[in-house]
């Protein structure tokens, strides 16, 4: 949610800045500015729009070694060129950029008001640079720039990653966070600061992570390279500077038209090394739980945090647990249960599972429970996010950079992680026999490959889409496992082609849903050879009694559905555990070929953004 970049060094800083926003831009892509620092003055130039519509606005390329930038997503204030960052103080002297939210800014800007302060935008983030301009001027004598927004901090609540500039102070970047997150990479003789590493990778692999609450202040000139790192309390830090392993091909489409579709073909590879190191001589070796794990065997119950996607591969893993590991499992969306009274026992094991490890919800539903003392357990894909650090035990995904906005190969990693946590129990706890677990095991390890039978037949999907995608509305249903595929399937389709869709379990159809159905509406029914199977069967026969359009997810060969339906999409015979990782396949696919046939923007979907850092 907005992307931020800043660069201080010897370099020319605009070409670094651009770049960086177009590596940031999934975050968020409504407008797009830079301001820049040369001789004692601040050039900002911004434009609503991609950075594309920034890049053709700026005619020549601004001058300059120091630098701030930023992609936006609107919260306060439509998409303009007003609104957009850098924000610049009233006197033009101080630039920021701004990801999160000033919950307090309305009763500062009045404050500001009264003082004759005017604003030209409808954002909080200007009136937090007129706040620090304020304070910076105000006093006997004029304060330093990272005195003058460290003591501003102290009047503002709510969220921040911020980068500032000071027309005065020609060699220093102030920075600072809560909440939002912020990556700061040690190059030689330079810095790059950025929301996270993938602008930062191609010029240094180490980078510090900055903690809530804390501020950083980068000064280079001639003589010296300096970064103070403290709180906003004054009190300085020890800086830990932590090598990142992500390879810049990794951040390329690699001859695909999307990240989306790139990442789709990506999932075989990145199941295997999701998984790799942990399956060893038929067993599940989850080393990083180490000291916990008497508190993950001894949990009466598991409470699993998430949003969006991540929520719907907690959702099923709750089936995974279930039939496994034999504990309860709540899953609970990350942005309901923090603003309930969530009853969390000392003994509760608490799996927040998060892509980006940013989301704003799940971030503050996991610090609450941890506040009342659960265990937290954290299944994210990039390594040293927040809620990682939050967690007790962070696991990780090894899918590589997930760039498209809808999130595939997040949702196959992190249930193939789930899955093999859940034998790790039940391995434990000896409630399955050492067999049965190789057996679940052995199949486990096959699905990468049949996951790329799937991929083979991807023109078979796109013919369907070619049928379907001038459709309005569509209905996902599934049974057991199929029911959170279900799920999935409608918010990809919705997320990226803008088509109304629902995911619902089959078996509630009949108590409501099945009044939406007619000859208009196509419904796509999860419908392999399982324990659900008849369930299903029945449930086709009386969506085609009402004329529904119906499109199957079958077992290969299955001449039975075949011949009621409309379309069959085929899939691999599997056990019920391994169907979402097969069937999720042609579900991104189907949303993927619509889209594209739509003419949506499908790796910057309208409205949304990669990482959802406010709440
Ligand atoms: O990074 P996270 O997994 O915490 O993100 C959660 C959701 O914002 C995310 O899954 C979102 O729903 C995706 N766009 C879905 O494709």
């Not at 503002?156 to 990479?185: F, H, N, Q, W």
């Not at 103070?228 to 951040?251: G, V, W």
């Not at 324990?531 to 499109?551: L, T």
Request: aromatic share 8%.
């Amino acid at each position: 949610m907005c992307g931020i970049i800043g660069y201080v060094g010897k370099k020319e800083a605009y070409e670094i800045l651009i770049k960086g926003l177009e590596r940031l831009e999934y975050r968020g892509y409504d407008s797009a500015g830079v301001a820049l620092l040369s001789n004692n003055v601040i050039s900002v130039y911004k434009k609503k729009g991609k950075v594309a519509e920034l890049k053709n606005f700026i005619q020549k390329t601004p001058k300059g070694n120091i630098g701030i930038a930023h992609t936006r997503w609107a919260t306060h204030g439509s998409p303009s060129d007003k609104n957009a960052h850098p924000q610049l103080s009233n006197s033009g002297n101080i630039a920021i950029v701004h990801n999160g939210i000033i919950e307090n800014y309305l009763a500062i800007k009045e404050v500001l008001i009264k003082k004759g302060y005017k604003f030209k935008s409808d954002t909080d983030t200007e009136v937090l640079v007129n706040l620090i301009e304020d304070i910076r001027i105000n006093g006997s004598k004029k304060l330093n720039l990272d005195e003058a927004v460290r003591l501003a901090l102290q009047k503002v609540t709510g969220a921040y990653a911020i980068l500032v500039l000071l027309k005065d102070e020609p060699d220093t970047v102030v920075i600072a966070k809560m909440g939002s997150p912020v990556v700061l990479g040690i190059g030689k003789e330079e810095f790059f600061i950025a929301s996270d590493a993938t602008p930062i990778i191609e010029y240094t692999n180490k980078v510090i992570y900055l903690e809530d609450e804390e501020m950083a202040i980068i000064k280079t000139n001639r003589e010296s390279n300096k970064i103070t790192i403290k709180t906003i309390n004054n009190k300085i830090k020890n800086p830990n500077i932590h090598t990142i392993k992500t390879k810049i091909e990794e951040l390329e489409k690699g001859g695909f038209k999307h990240f989306m579709l790139k990442e789709i073909f990506e999932q075989p590879h990145a199941i295997k090394d999701s998984i790799l190191g942990r399956i060893k001589n038929g067993k599940v070796r989850m080393e990083e739980i180490g000291e916990y794990k008497n508190n993950l065997l001894n949990a009466k119950r598991i409470i699993i945090l998430a949003c969006g996607t991540s929520f719907h591969a907690g959702l099923e893993s709750k089936y995974f647990f279930e039939e496994y590991s034999h504990i309860p499992v709540l899953v609970e969306y990350a942005s309901e249960f923090r603003y309930r009274k969530p009853v969390i026992y000392k003994d509760d094991v608490v799996v927040a599972i998060s892509q980006s490890g940013e989301t704003a919800d799940t971030l503050a539903a996991v610090k609450l429970a941890k506040e009342q003392g659960a265990t937290i357990f954290s299944l994210c894909n990039v390594v040293g996010s927040s809620i990682s650090r939050i967690a007790h035990v962070p696991i990780y995904t090894f899918a590589g950079p997930e760039i498209g906005v809808a999130s595939t190969k997040a949702f196959t990693t992190q249930i193939a992680v789930l899955l093999l946590l859940c034998l790790f129990i039940a391995s434990e706890k000896r409630l399955l026999s050492n067999k049965k677990i190789q057996n679940i095991l052995t199949e486990f390890e096959n699905i990468p490959q049949k996951i790329e039978q799937i991929l083979l037949e991807d023109k078979s999907v796109k013919e369907i889409a070619l049928k379907l995608y001038e459709m309005q509305n569509f209905i996902y249903l599934g049974r057991g496992y199929g029911f959170p595929l279900a799920l999935e399937g409608a918010l990809k389709l919705k997320e990226i082609s803008y088509i109304h869709a629902e995911g619902y379990t089959a078996g509630e159809m009949k108590h409501g849903l099945l009044a939406l159905v007619d000859k208009n509406m196509p419904v796509l029914f999860i419908a392999n050879k399982g324990s659900s199977y008849e369930k299903v069967v029945s449930n086709i026969m009386e969506v085609k009694a009402r004329n529904g359009i119906v499109i199957s997810l079958i077992t290969k060969g299955d001449a039975r559905i075949k011949k009621i339906v409309d379309y069959v999409i085929e899939i691999p015979e599997t056990s019920d555990v391994m169907l979402p990782f097969v069937a999720s396949i042609p579900l991104q696919l189907l949303a993927y070929h619509i889209a594209l046939l739509r003419g949506c923007e499908i790796d910057k979907p309208r409205n949304l953004a990669k990482s959802v850092t406010v709440e």
